[in-house]
Nanobody
Framework: QVQLVESGGGLVQAGGSLRLSCAAS????????MGWFRQAPGEEREFVAA????????SYGDSVKGRFTISTDNAKNTVFLQMNSLKPEDTGVYYC???????????????????WGQGTQVTVSS
């Protein structure tokens, strides 16, 4: 059973930065795609970024391209989300997710991910 634990959320002013971490209990980390999603109050869950377990393939949501960077530390089975130039509209609960990656299609849809973390709150003040 995959367990995901997020950390690093908090309150930051607009223009600031935060780094989220997600520690994954996965035996074969390279066989998974790891993703970050976020959900604002009253909104649907939104794709933020995804990366292959080996770190060689990434994808980003349009609203975060050029500002956020997803990366992995394979030795620690951890995925990171570096968030720069934060905006108030980035506010929400950020969820880490894991989905099987067979090397052909990087999971990016909610339905591609079978395991989810509890989420960490990110609040960006104006």
């Amino acid at each position: 059973q995959v367990q995901l634990v997020e950390s690093g959320g908090g309150l930051v002013q607009a223009g600031g930065s935060l780094r989220l971490s997600c520690a994954a209990s996965i035996r074969t980390f390279s066989s998974y795609g790891m993703g970050w999603f976020r959900q604002a109050p009253g909104e649907e869950r939104e794709f933020v970024a995804a990366i292959s377990g080996r770190g060689d393939l990434t994808s980003y949501g349009d609203s975060v391209k050029g500002r956020f960077t997803i990366s992995t530390d394979n030795a620690k089975n951890t995925v990171f989300l570096q968030m720069n130039s934060l905006k108030p509209e980035d506010t929400g609960v950020y969820y880490c997710a894991a989905g099987y990656y067979g090397g052909r299609y990087l999971p990016i849809r909610i339905s591609d991910f079978g395991s989810w973390g509890q989420g960490t709150q990110v609040t960006v003040s104006s």
